[in-house]
């Protein structure tokens, strides 16, 4: 069974950190680009960041550039979305993508993304 597990979501003040965790089983992570994606209630899910499946290309979204940092361990099967600074705009269920026809490239679009992960929620808050 393919899966994709996120972890590491929860309630965090202004200016705190928080990293998400999006763990594979069932398939090597390594063999896919994995973006994160976040999504508000009655919104369209938005690209935050990918990474290509040997982690040499990376991309943000303009909103978290400077703030979040994208990288994977394929030793692990896991890749992590580092996340400083956080605005109380951060606020969304979190959700990792893999896209396994295009490993070597890393583009946030969601109909490239084939498996998802169950989504984790992020509140900053004070």
């Known amino acids: 069974q393919l899966q994709l597990v996120e972890s590491g979501g929860g309630l965090v003040q202004p200016g705190g950190s928080l990293r998400l965790s999006c763990a594979a089983s069932?398939?090597?992570?390594?063999?896919?680009?994995v973006a994160w994606f976040r999504q508000a209630p009655g919104k369209e899910r938005e690209g935050v960041s990918c990474?290509?499946?040997?982690?040499?290309?990376?991309n943000y979204a303009d909103s978290v550039k400077g703030r979040f940092t994208i990288s994977r361990d394929n030793t692990k099967n896991t890749v992590y979305l580092q996340m400083n600074s956080l605005k109380p705009e951060d606020t969304d269920v979190y959700y990792c993508?893999?896209?396994?026809?295009?490993?070597?490239?890393?583009?946030?679009?969601?109909?490239?993304?084939?498996?998802w992960g169950q989504g984790t929620q992020v509140t900053v808050s004070s």
């Open positions: 990474i290509s499946g040997s982690g040499g290309s990376t």
């Open positions: 069932g398939f090597t992570l390594g063999d896919s680009a």
């Open positions: 993508g893999a896209d396994l026809r295009r490993p070597a490239m890393c583009i946030m679009i969601t109909a490239f993304y084939n498996r």
